[in-house]
């Protein structure tokens, strides 16, 4: 892989979104591992005879290449990293929500490796048949971490007691976990927060408690913004429910 700021060969990255451009082209927004989220431009990529309209496909790791000055390059080459089965279908809404987030939340050209290797990760592991909910949570638990709004899930807010299982709190996304009545409106298991901690989410009661609280994080990192691929899992939900 080159270094050259203007021509970058065979980089990992991933394709998030696409849209068309013009006759044969589109524009893609791609998650590269050294250089973070940026747009390039794909010229001659659609129709039948497209050489690399099989290969531009999300969730698939890929080595890229681009040329050019400017915020959108010109994509020179596409092959894939590695040759990795299909997610479960299951799994395909949940890891667009993924795409959104990573949309949503990263600065253009800022590299994050870490964040990068999470969603490869996690990937990999639903592709390995990994329960679906734990491995959203933990991955919206280090997103929240490399982006710099961490939750504290060590100590409560007001006393710097160390979180107990076996108690209650509610979460303040301004402040934090907060001691409250068993029972109380929003009221949190501890042992759900310590397990969040640990990444090691298991029952519905911890999976439900890490849902809230990340939901409620995240919406502020999104300042109210709402997320397409969450009004689309809800119309599911409903259809289903009739």
Not at 171 to 194: D, E, Q, T
Request: glycine letters at 8%; charged letters at 20%; a positive charge.
């Amino acid at each position: 892989m080159t270094r050259n700021p203007h021509r970058v060969q065979l980089t990992a990255g991933y394709l998030l979104h696409h849209h068309p451009w013009r006759d044969s082209s589109r524009i893609l927004e791609v998650f590269a591992r050294e250089h973070g989220r940026l747009t390039v431009f794909a010229r001659g990529v659609r129709g039948p005879t497209a050489r690399l309209a099989p290969v531009l496909q999300p969730f698939q790791l890929l080595l890229l290449s681009w040329s050019g000055r400017g915020e959108a390059p010109q994509l020179t080459g596409a092959e894939r990293a590695q040759h990795s089965a299909a997610l479960p279908r299951a799994c395909l809404l949940a890891c667009f929500y993924l795409n959104e987030l990573l949309l949503r939340l990263t600065t253009r050209h800022d590299p994050l490796p870490q964040l990068f290797d999470n969603y490869h990760a996690t990937l990999e592991a639903l592709r390995g048949g990994a329960p679906l909910a734990p491995a959203l949570r933990v991955f919206e638990k280090r997103l929240l971490e490399v982006l710099g709004y961490g939750l504290n899930l060590a100590t409560e807010a007001h006393s710097g007691v160390r979180l107990e299982v076996d108690r209650c709190y509610q979460f303040r996304p301004a402040l934090g976990f907060v001691a409250a009545p068993s029972g109380s409106a929003g009221a949190l298991a501890g042992s759900s927060l310590v397990n969040l901690a640990r990444e090691t989410l298991s029952d519905a009661r911890e999976l439900e408690d890490a849902r809230h609280v990340l939901q409620a994080a995240l919406g502020v990192c999104l300042e109210g913004r709402p997320l397409s691929t969450r009004s689309v899992a809800k119309s599911v939900l409903r259809k289903a429910a009739r």
